[in-house]
């Protein structure tokens, strides 16, 4: 045999891979591949997914609704809130004009 | 065709003005002394708001918890208070307006107190001849005028422990009073 043969010999023979070989394998496979800006910018052009429609349309209807919900209810608070105010003071003025009156008779008569 | 519709607008308008049954009396008729009244108070609340403010009332507040027993029978509340800050401001005839409004069958006159030392006048009617019942209050001094209207079953023990009862800030309806009549007070 001559050197050149030993040499395609060790060159050419199986060679068993290191002991992390597999795990290099995995952690690759694992990884997103790089995204070139080219890709980037035709993603935007994509049509959205359903989902994401769906719920779009969904946050769009509920947000302006509950908005508008919760000024209405606040309107009737403060409506109501007023109307109360107005109740006890209409109240206080009746109640102590009728009682004057009635103690006005009283002195009246006990005179 | 105007004239064809002239006489059913007409009677609209006449049957419009006319108070329908169970109604009080139009208190708005006084609104227009608050243009020359200093302090006006106006309290308009019946229907649904009367409702509303019914509402809003707590029951675990003692003084709020009786406000709203009191009102539960009743179909509407009118307060039209004006002070004045010189003698005479309003009429006799505005006064009379109104009186003229409380008259049987639906209104009697229940008491009635005339002062010639301070001026001041006080009547109090009740709305006997209706299911539902009604007072009303008209006090005239000469630099102020309160008119209250009553709708409904209301108990007057109720109201005039209420009277001057109520956690609010006293409105300051004294001012006007004659010195004579504060006097009298004291």
């Known amino acids: 045999m001559s050197r050149l043969e030993d040499e395609l010999k060790s060159a050419l023979g199986r060679k068993e891979p290191g002991g992390d070989f597999v795990a290099q394998v995995m952690r690759r496979a694992g990884q997103p591949a790089p995204r070139r800006w080219s890709d980037e910018l035709r993603m935007l052009f994509r049509p959205p997914r359903l989902q994401w429609v769906v719920a779009t349309l969904v946050v769009g209807l509920i947000v302006p609704f509950g908005a508008l919900e919760y000024r209405r209810e606040r309107e009737v608070r403060l409506q109501g809130q007023m109307a109360k105010e107005q109740l006890i003071l209409a109240v206080r003025i009746a109640g102590s004009e009728l009682r004057n009156v009635q103690q006005k008779i009283h002195r009246m008569e006990t005179q | ?186």
Request: hydrophobic share 40%; with cysteine; net charge negative.
């Open chain 2, 1 to 186: 065709m105007i004239n064809k519709w002239c006489p059913v607008v007409l009677l609209a308008t006449v049957l419009g003005a006319i108070p329908a049954a169970g109604q009080g009396f139009d208190i708005k008729r006084l609104d227009w002394l608050s243009q020359s009244a200093t302090n006006t108070v106006d309290v308009t609340l019946d229907g649904a708001l009367l409702q509303l403010a019914a509402k809003f009332l707590s029951a675990d507040e003692p003084d709020e918890a009786k406000v709203k027993k009191l009102v539960t029978g009743l179909k509407g509340i009118y307060v039209r208070s004006f002070e004045f800050d010189k003698d005479n401001a309003y009429s006799e005839s505005d006064v009379a307006g109104v009186r003229n409004l409380l008259r049987a069958p639906d209104w009697s006159r229940l008491a009635g107190i005339h002062s010639k030392r301070d001026g001041e006048n006080a009547e109090i009617f009740l709305r006997t001849n209706h299911e539902n019942g009604g007072l009303a209050i008209i006090v005239a001094n000469p630099r102020q005028l309160t008119v209250v209207q009553i709708l409904g079953k209301i108990n007057l023990d109720e109201l005039t422990e209420l009277g001057g009862n109520l956690g609010i800030p006293k409105l300051d309806l004294e001012k006007s009073k004659t010195p004579a009549a504060k006097k009298e007070h004291e």
